[in-house]
């Protein structure tokens, strides 16, 4: 019988959108990312790019992780047969899925051929169904076997599994995310990763003036959020010498707007030390007194860099809703003291305005103290 070796095929699709040149940067960059996970596993591997898909020569029970890999749209177990001959496949089929379909199950032979070969994809299918026992239903199937033949190799899988799709992280380069513990900022994280930046995640903290609660929460996030770009760094900043000093200088209605425009100015020269590109927030139109378009205006005033928030047209329950399926959700839930509600009325000011919120700085001498505490921060690798 001809031979056949276990691989894992991984697709890719938006990639391939790109002019000729910036696809193969893009996929050089998902390649490493591939290896990244197999590599992590600690298993023996060889990988090879093949008109536009990826195989991955390894132990398939290995391949789980790779629906964290960005740019990858689904993966399978493959079996490689190094035969394209009709009897070959058949041959193996039959042997292969002895009892694949059980009793009372319906299945669905699936083929694609691409090449010259003496036969259709349709006579595979036909073919293909004739060996494997059970009753064919080409709608609604319980089992599929897909069967694909290529010049002159065959693979023939039964499950494809989704990856996250995306773009391969870092092939858009680097970003500073602003972490806080929450819910939101989490998900703004991943979807700053999910469209290939790799992510810096910048945490300003106020210990000892609040308990280290919310250092514990980022970092467990941070790690979680890690399982999609491998290597991160979380960056501690304490916050509470700015907040006092706001606090003693400024009335209370504009003291998280105050926070913020400190935040970001920190967050850029943070920025500009790790050669980042933009500065990402979980902010989301609206939700918040701090989030009203006049005081997101006040705050973007603060920033040279660009300032994204990809959750700024989303409901709470779709933040929620990706919070829960990347596994972030349940860390974010759990309470703490938030550094930003330090020293803040209920009702803060909706309205800013950018004058007189660049007076009180300037009065209070905020800037100089920010170069201070960004000296301060310390680097967590996770
Ligand atoms: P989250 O769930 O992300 O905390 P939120 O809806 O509670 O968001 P805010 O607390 O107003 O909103 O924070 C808005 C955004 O500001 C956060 O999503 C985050 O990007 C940033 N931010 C807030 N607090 C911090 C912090 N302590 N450190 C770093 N970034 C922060
Ligand atoms: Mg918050």
């Given at each position: 019988m001809a031979k056949a070796v276990q691989e894992v095929l991984v697709r890719y699709g938006?990639?391939?959108?790109?002019?000729p040149f910036v696809f193969r940067q893009f996929e050089k960059k998902l390649v490493e990312n591939v290896a990244r996970v197999f590599k992590r596993r600690g298993v023996k591997f060889k990988i090879r790019k093949e008109r536009g898909r990826i195989f991955v020569e390894a132990?398939?029970?290995?391949?789980?992780?790779?629906?964290?890999?960005?740019?990858?749209?689904s993966f399978s177990p493959v079996w490689r047969l190094g035969s394209v001959k009709l009897k070959d496949i058949k041959n193996f089929c039959k042997d292969k899925f002895?009892?694949?379909?059980?009793?009372g199950e319906t299945f669905a032979v699936r083929a694609k051929r691409v090449g010259?070969?003496?036969?259709s994809s349709k006579d595979l299918e036909v073919e293909v169904g004739k060996v494997v026992r059970g009753k064919v239903d080409l709608?609604?199937?319980?089992k599929e076997i897909f069967v694909e033949v290529r010049e002159n190799e065959a693979y023939i899988f039964t499950e494809v599994f989704q990856g996250p799709g995306g773009?391969?992280?870092?092939s858009s380069g680097k970003v500073v995310s602003f972490i806080s513990g929450g819910i939101d900022s989490a998900v703004s994280s991943w979807l700053a990763m999910k469209r290939g930046c790799q992510v810096v995640f910048l945490h300003f903290h106020s210990f000892p003036l609040v308990s280290q609660k919310s250092i514990e929460k980022t970092k467990t996030i941070v790690e979680k959020l890690n399982?999609?770009?491998f290597n991160g760094k979380l960056i501690l900043i304490p916050f509470q010498k700015v907040q006092q000093l706001l606090k003693l200088g400024a009335?209370?209605?504009y003291l998280v707007v105050l926070y913020r425009r400190s935040m970001v100015r920190v967050g850029q020269n943070l920025a500009e030390e790790e050669k980042a590109k933009a500065l990402f927030t979980g902010e989301s139109l609206?939700?918040?007194?701090?989030?009203t378009l006049p005081n997101l205006a006040v705050i973007d005033e603060a920033a040279k860099l660009p300032v994204f928030r990809?959750?700024?047209?989303?409901?709470k329950a779709e933040i929620i809703d990706i919070a829960r399926k990347i596994g972030t959700f349940e860390t974010s839930i759990l309470p703490q003291e938030d550094?930003?509600?330090?020293?803040?009325?209920?009702h803060p000011a909706t309205q800013a305005n950018v004058a007189l919120i660049k007076d009180i700085e300037k009065k209070v001498g905020v800037q100089k103290l920010e170069r201070e505490i960004l000296k301060e921060k310390r680097e967590i690798f996770v």
């Amino acid at each position: 019988m001809a031979k056949a070796v276990q691989e894992v095929l991984v697709r890719y699709g938006e990639i391939f959108l790109k002019s000729p040149f910036v696809f193969r940067q893009f996929e050089k960059k998902l390649v490493e990312n591939v290896a990244r996970v197999f590599k992590r596993r600690g298993v023996k591997f060889k990988i090879r790019k093949e008109r536009g898909r990826i195989f991955v020569e390894a132990p398939v029970s290995e391949a789980r992780e790779l629906q964290n890999v960005f740019g990858v749209v689904s993966f399978s177990p493959v079996w490689r047969l190094g035969s394209v001959k009709l009897k070959d496949i058949k041959n193996f089929c039959k042997d292969k899925f002895k009892g694949f379909v059980k009793k009372g199950e319906t299945f669905a032979v699936r083929a694609k051929r691409v090449g010259n070969h003496n036969f259709s994809s349709k006579d595979l299918e036909v073919e293909v169904g004739k060996v494997v026992r059970g009753k064919v239903d080409l709608s609604r199937p319980q089992k599929e076997i897909f069967v694909e033949v290529r010049e002159n190799e065959a693979y023939i899988f039964t499950e494809v599994f989704q990856g996250p799709g995306g773009l391969p992280v870092s092939s858009s380069g680097k970003v500073v995310s602003f972490i806080s513990g929450g819910i939101d900022s989490a998900v703004s994280s991943w979807l700053a990763m999910k469209r290939g930046c790799q992510v810096v995640f910048l945490h300003f903290h106020s210990f000892p003036l609040v308990s280290q609660k919310s250092i514990e929460k980022t970092k467990t996030i941070v790690e979680k959020l890690n399982d999609y770009q491998f290597n991160g760094k979380l960056i501690l900043i304490p916050f509470q010498k700015v907040q006092q000093l706001l606090k003693l200088g400024a009335p209370a209605k504009y003291l998280v707007v105050l926070y913020r425009r400190s935040m970001v100015r920190v967050g850029q020269n943070l920025a500009e030390e790790e050669k980042a590109k933009a500065l990402f927030t979980g902010e989301s139109l609206g939700q918040v007194s701090s989030q009203t378009l006049p005081n997101l205006a006040v705050i973007d005033e603060a920033a040279k860099l660009p300032v994204f928030r990809p959750l700024i047209g989303m409901d709470k329950a779709e933040i929620i809703d990706i919070a829960r399926k990347i596994g972030t959700f349940e860390t974010s839930i759990l309470p703490q003291e938030d550094c930003c509600q330090l020293f803040v009325p209920k009702h803060p000011a909706t309205q800013a305005n950018v004058a007189l919120i660049k007076d009180i700085e300037k009065k209070v001498g905020v800037q100089k103290l920010e170069r201070e505490i960004l000296k301060e921060k310390r680097e967590i690798f996770v």
